[in-house]
């Protein structure tokens, strides 16, 4: 390496500091890479815990959805005990 630095004009004593340059620059690109690395897990997790509060609220509302479902049946039920207790009333007068 030193006869190639010298060959193009850098003495054996430059050579440390290309040296030095060179890990530098090696280990800026790594984390470079590791932080574009971490940036796209931050984004999927904003997006899962995104997704989770959907997942949430889908099921609150299916929770609602089927409370309702019971209700109108128990309307259902009480429209039709009120019209057997009408049909009946209708009946004994």
Same mark, same amino acid.
Request: no cysteine; hydrophobic share 25%.
């Given at each position: ?13 430059g ?9 530098? %620059? !090696?280990? #800026?690109?790594? +984390?470079? /890479? =590791?932080?574009?690395? $971490?940036t796209?897990? &931050?984004? *999927? @997790? ?8 959907? %997942? !949430?609220? #889908?099921?609150? +509302?299916? /929770? =609602?959805?089927?409370? $309702?479902?019971?209700? &109108?049946? *128990? @309307?259902?039920?009480t ?5 057997? %207790? !009408?049909? #009946?009333t209708?009946?004994?007068?």
């Amino acid at each position: 390496m030193i006869y190639l630095l010298t060959a193009i004009g850098l003495t054996p004593g430059g050579s440390s500091t290309v040296h030095i340059y060179t890990q530098t %620059i !090696h280990r #800026t690109t790594l +984390l470079t /890479q =590791t932080i574009y690395s $971490t940036t796209q897990l &931050t984004q *999927t @997790i904003h997006r899962t815990t995104q997704l989770t509060q959907t %997942i !949430h609220r #889908t099921t609150q +509302l299916t /929770q =609602t959805i089927h409370r $309702t479902t019971q209700l &109108t049946q *128990t @309307i259902h039920r009480t429209t039709q005990l009120t019209q057997t %207790i !009408h049909r #009946t009333t209708q009946f004994t007068n």
